[in-house]
């Protein structure tokens, strides 16, 4: 499904991942953890392709296509798609409007009105997009995007934070059904999940977690134990694991 291969990023003229590697197979779940700053957003914008994110060496392929250089709505109609961190407004486009969009471009024939119904968002259809949303509202009308999209790859750049534990709720059994719901264009979705809290981890069947540190991915394991480490230790142990590699 993704492969990604000695991958180097630069954002700013400043080399932010320095040499990843990461297979995500067919129908598998990974999470990512990582201090603030390590590189986890800048590892999940550089797969969607983000002008932004400036490739200096590696490969980036997906379902055997090398898009390490191909741009962001080619790899959208690919099947990759992206719920972000801290997604901009658009003014002047309404939320169906978007959706309807997103859903011709990947031809796809989901019922927004009913989507938009079970996420709480009817009201939201004839807004323009995020302007105004709250914080949870903003996560929920991207799920709602992504529901439209019906990707291959899901990516979730930190779904859980800002919102209410009802909502997490809402959005944790949304995103299990995105997940493990059906075979999209004949294969299994996978994803790739940042989380700081792990709340994401009491939904999604994760196969597997990665620890990014400074660029680098430095330990990979069975994500709930990763987890539970990095609750009771912090990310201590795993930074005196990269001094050894480095
Ligand atoms: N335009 C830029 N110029 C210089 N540095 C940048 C630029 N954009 C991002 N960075 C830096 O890249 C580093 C990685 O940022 P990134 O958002 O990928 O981290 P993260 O692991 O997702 O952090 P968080 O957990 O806080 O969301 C940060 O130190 C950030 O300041």
């Known amino acids: 499904m993704l492969e ?8 700013g003229s400043k080399e932010i991942l320095k040499g990843i590697s990461l297979t995500i197979p067919d129908g598998e779940t990974h999470i990512l953890f990582g201090p603030n700053g390590s590189g986890k957003t800048t590892l999940m914008m550089s797969i969607m392709g983000l002008p932004k994110y400036k490739i200096l060496s590696g490969k ?7 898009i390490t250089y191909m741009p962001t709505h080619e790899r959208a ?9 801290k997604p901009p407004a658009i003014r002047g486009v309404e939320l169906k409007k978007l959706s309807e969009i997103i859903k011709s471009l990947r031809n796809t024939d989901v019922d927004v009105d009913e989507y938009a119904r079970i996420l709480n ?16 509202e903003i996560k929920r009308s991207e799920l709602l995007q992504l529901i439209c999209q019906r990707p ?11 919102v209410d534990l009802d909502n997490i709720t ?8 995105l997940l493990k719901g059906e075979k999209v264009r004949k ?5 790739l999940i940042v989380t700081h809290t792990g709340y994401i981890l009491e ?15 430095v330990c990979s394991g069975p994500a709930k134990d990763l987890f539970e480490e990095i609750r009771q230790n912090g990310f201590g142990r795993c930074e005196g694991c990269l001094q050894d590699i480095i």
Request: glycine fraction near 14%; aromatic fraction near 6%; proline fraction near 1%.
């Open 152 to 162: 291959s790859l899901v990516l979730l750049d930190e779904p859980e934070s800002g």
């Open 121 to 136: 968002l009817e009201e939201h259809l004839s807004r323009e997009v995020n302007l105004g949303f709250s914080g949870g």
């Open 77 to 85: 109609k690919l099947g990759i798609g992206m719920m972000f961190q």
């Open 170 to 177: 809402l959005l944790g059994n949304m995103i299990k059904k």
């Open 203 to 217: 939904y999604v069947n994760a196969d597997k977690g990665h620890i990014l540190i400074d660029g680098k991915l």
């Open 60 to 66: 980036i392929i997906f379902n055997g296509i090398d």
């Open 187 to 191: 294969r299994q979705t996978s994803g």
């Open 4 to 11: 990604i291969v000695d991958l180097h990023v630069e954002v």
